[in-house]
């Protein structure tokens, strides 16, 4: 087993407005994080998902526990590690190209011929291939959405995590770009963490659903997705199995 994160009893207390008075966001989180594996989150609207993704981040710090990232205490974002964001819009430099916004995050550190050959893969993994010189806003929603996940994965990331990243598209793209982000994980073998409010997202894409209640946010139950790893919207969506999942995961949030 190739463990990438490990997170031990973390708990997480922030301040209420300018006070010294503190509330407790997240409440003894445990879980471990493989390599090429897609990790789902779902749970209600302030449970603490989108905390606890800051904290793998290194954008938050814990108060207690331990997040350990290849071995190394998490202190400040690790390089390896790039976020996406479900607000793409506000994500993308609009004075930029698209071959100039997925290169800024890596522009200082590369040569220029390195920077260039992996902006091109980063555009041919995204399929915005003969879109290079055009910018944000000349391309679609779901275009914009691409080009955000090129931008991280021109990093050479071994874990995207990503806030509802799907959730302002339409139907037909988002199902297109789960197909997209299930061949790029089979592609690269990133680790994948994916919070979602879509239950049936969750488990189309996971290979673990974690359902978080709260507040404090703490993860209720975490359920292996025993499905085959060829994922097809239509076949996989429809099978008994599936439906056993979605059925027990709405229960588990409704209880909560
Ligand atoms: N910087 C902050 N300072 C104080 N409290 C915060 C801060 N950021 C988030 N919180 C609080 O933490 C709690 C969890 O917020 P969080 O954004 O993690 O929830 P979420 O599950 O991602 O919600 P949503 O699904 O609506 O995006 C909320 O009560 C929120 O007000």
Known sequence: MNLIYEINELFLELPVGKSNEKRSILKNINLTIEAGKIYTIVGASGCGKTSLLRILGGLTNKSTGQVFFQNTEVTAPPAEVAFVFQDYANAL????????????????????????????????????????????????????????????????????LMDEPFAALDAMTKASMQDELLKLRDETNLSIVFITHDIEEAIYLGDQVSIMRGPPGEISQSIEISLSQHRDQLTTRGLPEFLEYRKSIHESIKVN
């Open 93 to 160: 430099l609009p004075w930029r190209t698209v071959e100039k916004n997925i290169s800024l995050p890596i522009e200082d550190r590369l040569n220029p011929e390195e920077c260039a050959a992996r902006v091109k893969e980063a555009i041919r993994q995204v399929h915005l291939t003969g879109r290079e010189h055009d910018y944000p806003w000349q391309l679609s929603g779901g275009m914009q959405q691409r080009l955000q996940i090129a931008r991280a994965l021109a990093t050479k990331p071994k874990v995207l």
